[in-house]
C-alpha cells in the first residue's frame, strides 16, 4: 500500500528565517508529486508539481522553491519566510500521468510570527 | 477572477436529511469534476468525481448531478449522518489524462450534520 508522509506536523517561525518541508512517497515507483497550499479556511492552490527526479513545475509565485531529489521525495522551501506563507501546506501524488485523482498528505500547518 | 465557485461557504442540516452542495464554473472546457472531503488537520480525499459526459453519477449516499450547458454541478449526500460533517470541495480539470493536469478548487463548503 502506498503510503504519503510530511513533515513537520507543525512550524512555528519568524519572518525572515528559512523554511524546509518535506514528503516522502512509499509504495508508488515514479509519481506525480504536487504541492498545495492552503489559507486558514481557504481554498487549496496547487505551488508546484513534478513528474521525474530533477524536474519541478512552477504553478504560482510565491517566494518559494521545490525540488525533487529523489523519486519518492518532494521538498518545499524558501530561504526568508513571509507573514502571508501562513497556512497548510499539503503535499499529494497522483496515478499515472495526470492529477485525476489526489492522494494528500495530513499536511503542515506553519504559522509565521 | 474565481473560475469554481461553491454555495453556500457553510451548510447545518439535521441528521438523516439529505445535504446538497452547490459548485459552478466558467471554464466550459472543463471537462473532469471531482469532489474531495477534508476534515479538520487532515488532508483532503476524493470522495466521488464525474467526467462532463455523465450528468449523474452515484456512490452509495453520494450522488452528483451534472449540468454541462449552465455549467453547474450538485454534490446531494442523502441520509446525512454527524460523521460527514466536514468541508467538501469541489474541483474542476480539463484535458483529463493529460500530463501536468491542474486541478482547480472551490473554495469548499463547510458542512456540519447536527444529531
Known amino acids: 500500500a502506498q503510503t504519503i508522509h510530511q513533515w513537520p506536523v507543525a512550524e512555528i517561525k519568524a519572518v525572515g528565517s528559512p523554511l524546509s518541508l518535506g514528503c516522502t512517497i512509499k509504495g508508488k515507483s515514479s509519481p506525480n508529486l504536487y504541492w498545495y497550499w492552503q489559507a486558514t479556511g481557504g481554498t487549496l492552490q496547487q505551488l508546484f508539481y513534478?513528474?521525474?527526479?530533477?524536474?519541478v513545475e512552477s504553478v504560482v509565485q510565491l517566494n518559494l522553491s521545490a525540488s525533487r531529489p529523489k523519486d519518492d521525495q518532494f521538498i518545499l522551501s524558501t530561504e526568508k519566510l513571509l507573514l502571508s506563507h501562513s497556512g497548510f501546506y499539503l503535499c499529494?501524488?497522483?496515478?499515472?500521468?495526470?492529477?485525476?485523482?489526489?492522494?494528500f498528505g495530513h499536511g503542515t500547518k506553519l504559522s509565521v510570527l | 477572477q474565481q473560475q469554481v465557485r461553491q454555495s453556500p461557504q457553510s451548510l447545518t442540516v439535521w441528521e438523516g436529511e439529505t445535504a446538497i452542495l452547490n459548485c459552478s464554473y466558467e471554464n466550459s472546457a472543463f471537462d473532469y469534476f471531482p469532489w474531495y472531503q477534508q476534515f479538520p488537520g487532515e488532508g483532503p480525499a476524493l470522495l466521488i468525481s464525474?467526467?462532463?459526459?455523465?450528468d449523474k453519477k452515484e456512490d452509495g449516499r453520494f450522488t452528483i448531478f451534472f449540468n454541462k450547458r449552465e455549467k453547474k454541478l450538485s454534490l446531494h449526500i442523502a441520509d446525512s449522518q454527524p460523521g460527514d460533517s466536514a468541508t467538501y470541495f469541489c474541483?474542476?480539470?480539463?484535458?483529463?489524462?493529460?500530463?501536468?493536469?491542474?486541478?482547480?478548487f472551490g473554495i469548499g463548503t463547510l458542512l456540519s450534520v447536527k444529531p
Open positions: 499529494a501524488w497522483s496515478l499515472g500521468v495526470s492529477n485525476e485523482r489526489l492522494f
Open positions: 513534478s513528474i521525474t527526479v530533477g524536474q
Open positions: 464525474i467526467l462532463s459526459v455523465s
Open positions: 474541483a474542476a480539470s480539463l484535458n483529463y489524462g493529460s500530463s501536468g493536469n491542474k486541478l482547480i
